[in-house]
């Protein structure tokens, strides 16, 4: 006997979907409701890609391009030249035809793996020209502060819910334009091509032409999904158009169903849901995520929607499958087990964004980690009121960070907010934070603008200025270590253009010369082609790594036979204790300037690190020292106002006058623009006991990130970027 569901019941379910829709926005939480506004938005997406995939039966890694050009669009139009709703939705559309069109030509002479190959590589061109045109997008930083549109209506769309029928409605015009076209004479002509291309050129159909309209028409439904998506976020970065985007898109399409367009739509409600809200309860949703697309793969390799339609057809065997998926779901559901919070009824709320998954995943540990060892030393409590710590990840993501950073203000309703990691989410994240009025620590994000051209008046950062290290440095490596000729080689965006910049200017004005400077991209494990290129007739090489490439760069420099002709100085972070455990005898010699080292010799210090070693098995980086300051900062500014942090705007005043003479690093205070005045240490690689140690051979008192100059004066000058300074001695 075969158990099939009634002929009509696919159409009842799409209606009660649409009605839920519809009517579910005012009794939903606010964090939910982002969800759902994030989840029309990339249906649209989805089913723009599902043209080229489910109909014309290409898949395409570079998608994620149109998505960036509606996007820039919006945020380049509408923050620099006020721009209205209709010219941002124009320009962002046609822009993303022309692209389209172009890379079509290009695209579409190849077939299967070629045409996937080329798509990629199309998709990071604009990607490139996104990170690099620093003057039209700002690079890594993105582009902040994008407005919500003004339509002329009597309500605003600023607001969640009339944002969120905005693009519920773009969502249904795309939806209906493109089943319109599907469902064409057109569309079945590209299910024909998808089927047999051979048999339809032997009907006579222009087989090439066709595919190319569909690829246009994909691209331009693409881009009007990123003019929704610029508005949404009210923050555009290169990040919108890596390559995980397009990977995400395309998983989207295969999970709901290719060739269905409603299937890519419940693809994209899943991925978003599992993203976000499974990441609330757990760090290993990932796990999750791989079982889905895993038991979709094995049990429904038509997608969702395919194997639903199976079902209606009888085939009983296709519903046991699906059940199976869920179940296995559920299991993995609980052995990923509860996400990282401390709780109390009636306690002081302490949100922490910070990317516990991903490539920054330790860092995010290392935060978090400093946040609880200052409470397990002080009793969980703050000012005399128990602590509450809700973590959520941001997956090092901008549109995660965003909004878990609702979640946590609207739905949890914490006092204060302590997080990120990267430059660019701080930006996407400073708007925000003024808009909700609620203070947010920033620990470890040094992006130096953050405190100087573009201060956020609810962000106070008690961790460091990209350049605030380099300054002093650089005036210690022309004056102290004698180095008049030298090499820079850095990561190519923005944190790395601000520590090559502060060094290269006080380098200089010091008499040095930077005679060359090398740029590698993001996460570069091979460097090789940069060491061939340094120039031997220099006296050092500054180096600013991170992340992976600081556990991988000292080696090869070494290997390439450098490391005994030109010594080899750096940015804080390229021999930071983070990276140091993974290091050899390669790192042995390099000197850095930061605010911390564990090996200050101070009792305070050497407590912690004893502390910390004894707790988690490990030397604290100064991502943890930061953290465990910030926590205190937080208690310090709690007790000004007798535990009152209800009060905001009477808790920011607190925390801004804040000033700490005894931490782990030394004595803190903020300047008049939010910074920290701190120690700049300058440190060296030693081996003491088989360990790794940075040695403090020389500390430089109360470092302002404006050093020496007037700021006002300082401010003048353009913010530190792969162009400024100038090399003029290259």
Same mark, same amino acid.
């Given at each position: 006997m075969r158990l099939a569901l009634p002929p009509g019941a696919p159409r009842i379910a799409l209606g009660v979907a649409f009605a839920v829709l519809l009517v579910a926005p005012p009794f939903v939480s606010s964090f939910l409701l982002a969800l759902l506004t994030q989840a029309v938005i990339y249906s649209v997406l989805a089913m723009s890609l599902d043209v080229i995939l489910g109909y014309i039966g290409l898949a395409s890694l570079g998608h994620a391009a149109y998505l960036g050009l509606g996007a820039y669009s919006v945020g380049i139009l509408a923050t620099r030249h006020g721009a209205s709703f209709w010219v941002t939705l124009i320009v962002g559309v046609l822009l993303a035809t022309a692209v389209a069109s172009i890379f079509g030509l290009l695209a579409l002479r190849a077939t299967g793996v070629y045409f996937l190959m080329i798509t990629l590589a199309l998709g990071m061109v604009v990607w490139g020209l996104a990170h690099r045109w620093v003057t039209m997008t700002q690079g890594d930083n993105g582009i902040a502060g994008v407005p919500r549109p003004d339509l002329g209506l009597p309500w605003s769309f600023t607001r969640g819910i009339p944002f969120y029928y905005l693009a519920l409605a773009g969502f249904l015009l795309a939806l209906l334009v493109l089943r319109t076209i599907v469902r064409s004479p057109f569309g079945q002509t590209l299910v024909g091509i998808r089927e047999s291309e051979s048999r339809?050129?032997?009907?006579?159909?222009?087989?090439?032409?066709?595919?190319?309209?569909?690829?246009?028409?994909?691209?331009?439904?693409?881009?009007?999904?990123g003019v929704l998506w610029a508005y949404y976020n009210g923050f555009v970065s290169p990040a919108d158009l890596e390559l995980a985007t397009s990977v995400? +898109? %395309?998983?989207? @399409?295969?999970? =709901?169903?290719?060739?269905?367009?409603?299937?890519?739509a419940l693809g994209a409600a899943l991925i978003v849901g599992l993203k976000n809200l499974v990441s609330v309860y757990t760090h290993r949703w990932?796990? +999750? %995520?791989?079982? @889905?697309?895993? =038991?979709?793969i094995v049990y429904a390799p038509e997608g969702i929607v395919g194997a639903l339609r199976q079902w209606t057809k009888g085939e009983r065997a296709m519903g046991k499958k699906v059940i199976v998926v869920i179940l296995t779901v559920a299991v993995l559901i609980g052995l990923a087990g509860p996400g990282a919070a401390w709780a109390q009824k009636g306690s002081i709320k302490i949100g922490v964004i910070t990317p516990m998954t991903g490539g920054a995943a330790q860092i995010g540990k290392d935060m978090t980690s400093g946040i609880s060892m200052w409470l397990d030393d002080n009793g969980h409590t703050?000012?005399?009121?128990?602590?509450?710590?809700?973590?959520?990840?941001?997956?090092?993501?901008?549109?995660?960070?965003?909004?878990?950073?609702?979640?946590?203000?609207?739905?949890?309703?914490?006092?204060?907010?302590?997080?990120?990691?990267f430059a660019h989410i701080g930006y996407a994240m400073a708007p925000k934070v003024d808009e909700y009025r609620i203070p947010m620590l920033y620990p470890v994000i040094a992006a130096d603008d953050l405190t100087q051209r573009k201060p956020a008046k609810w962000v106070v950062r008690t961790g460091w200025?990209?350049?605030q290290p380099s300054h002093p440095f650089g005036e210690y490596a022309a004056k102290t270590l004698g180095y008049k000729r030298?090499?820079?080689?850095?990561?190519?965006?923005?944190?790395?253009?601000?520590?090559?910049?502060?060094?290269?200017k006080t380098f200089e004005e010091n008499g040095g010369q930077i005679v060359q400077k090398l740029w590698a991209p993001l996460n570069t494990t091979d460097f090789a082609p940069y060491l061939s290129q340094i120039r031997r007739d220099a006296d050092a090489v500054f180096a600013l790594m991170v992340s992976i490439s600081a556990a991988r760069f000292p080696k090869q420099y070494q290997d390439a036979g450098l490391k005994a002709k030109l010594p080899v100085i750096g940015g804080g972070t390229t021999f930071d204790e983070f990276v140091l455990p993974s290091l050899g005898d390669e790192a042995i010699g390099g000197m850095s300037p930061l605010i911390y080292s564990a090996a200050l010799d101070t009792p305070i210090n050497k407590k912690f690190v004893t502390e910390y070693r004894k707790k988690y098995g490990k030397v604290p980086s100064y991502f943890s020292e930061t953290c465990y300051t910030s926590t205190r900062w937080i208690n310090e500014a709690a007790k000004a106002i007798n535990g009152d942090v209800e009060n905001r705007e009477k808790f920011l005043e607190a925390l801004r006058k804040v000033e700490i003479p005894d931490a782990p690093r030394g004595?803190?205070?903020l300047d008049s623009h939010g910074n920290p005045v701190q120690n700049i240490y300058i440190r060296k690689v030693e081996k003491k006991d088989g360990e790794l140690w940075n040695t403090v051979i020389h500390t430089y008192p109360t470092v302002s990130q404006f050093w020496k100059y007037k700021a006002e004066d300082f401010l003048k000058q353009p913010v530190y970027d792969r162009n400024f300074p100038a090399c003029k001695f290259c």
């Open positions: 339809m050129r032997t009907l006579g159909y222009h087989v090439w032409l066709h595919k190319y309209i569909g690829f246009v028409i994909a691209g331009a439904v693409g881009g009007f999904a995400e +898109i %395309l998983l989207m @399409v295969a999970l =709901g169903g290719r060739g269905t367009l409603i299937g890519p990932l796990l +999750i %995520l791989g079982g @889905v697309y895993i =038991g979709t703050i000012a005399g009121r128990k602590v509450e710590v809700i973590v959520e990840d941001s997956q090092g993501q901008p549109n995660v960070a965003l909004t878990k950073l609702q979640k946590l203000v609207e739905s949890d309703k914490v006092h204060v907010l302590v997080g990120e990691v200025a990209s350049s030298i090499v820079t080689i850095g990561i190519d965006y923005a944190f790395g253009w601000e520590v090559i910049g502060g060094f290269q004595p803190v205070k």
